[in-house]
T-cell receptor, first 106, second 116 residues
Framework: KNEVEQSPQNLTAQEGEFITINCSYS?????LHWLQQHPGGGIVSLFM???GKKKHGRLIATINIQEKHSSLHITASHPRDSAVYIC????????FGTGTSLTVIP | GAVVSQHPSWVICKSGTSVKIECRSL??????MFWYRQFPKQSLMLMAT?????????EQGVEKDKFLINHASLTLSTLTVTSAHPEDSSFYIC????????????FGSGTRLTVV
């Protein structure tokens, strides 16, 4: 069983739709990261959370420490949001989810 | 701030040769750097953790003699894939932690290695 589980694995949305990606983890953590990986492979760190909620532009990330769950929301999705979104948690080491592949269709 | 530059972004090499990948922190001192490997359609796998001035700590199953890691300064860590084989073809990414930011980590842009 993976320490980090993401859902869904694949997601296709129409431009403008509200998108939610979920992440559940089973280990004690000091922080949770949401990462974005574009088709070329480069990774961008979107958020680092240890509690509560963060917002950056159209992206919102929340975390519930008690439930060991985090969500990444994208409002008014756009084709340029198409990427793989990875949840990673920092416990005694980094654990990564397998990613959610998002495709936003114009 | 907190930018990590990884070079090269892609490399093709012949079997049996060695390839060096560099990871530099441009505007901060990276006390710890991490090296990851990613196979197609899979998530990142931690290979090793390197601390400046000391030997790297390798994850179980990672051959330390094959994947040489050097972290000689607070701004540079290198991963050398020695005697590369086609099965070493993969995407390699580094990340660095930086002091002064609570649990801050930043990632390099990755290196796609193809061994022919």
């Amino acid at each position: 069983k993976n320490e980090v589980e993401q859902s869904p694995q694949n997601l296709t949305a129409q431009e403008g739709e509200f998108i939610t990606i979920n992440c559940s983890y089973s280990v004690g953590i000091s922080a949770l990261h949401w990462l974005q990986q574009h088709p070329g492979g480069g990774i961008v760190s979107l958020f680092m959370l240890s509690s509560g909620k963060k917002k950056h532009g159209r992206l919102i990330a929340t975390i519930n420490i008690q439930e060991k769950h985090s969500s990444l929301h994208i409002t008014a999705s756009h084709p340029r949001d198409s990427a793989v979104y990875i949840c990673a948690v920092k416990g005694n080491q980094f654990y990564f989810g397998t990613g959610t592949s998002l495709t936003v269709i114009p | 701030g907190a930018v990590v530059s990884q070079h090269p972004s892609w490399v093709i090499c012949k079997s049996g040769t060695s390839v060096k990948i560099e990871c530099r922190s441009l505007d901060f001192q990276a006390t710890t750097m991490f090296w990851y490997r990613q196979f197609p359609k899979q998530s990142l796998m931690l290979m090793a953790t390197s601390n400046e001035g000391s030997k790297a700590t390798y994850e179980q199953g990672v051959e330390k003699d094959k994947f040489l890691i050097n972290h000689a300064s607070l701004t540079l860590s290198t991963l050398t894939v020695t005697s590369a084989h086609p099965e070493d073809s993969s995407f390699y990414i580094c990340s660095a932690s930086y002091a002064g930011s609570n649990y801050g980590y930043t990632f390099g842009s990755g290196t796609r290695l193809t061994v022919v």
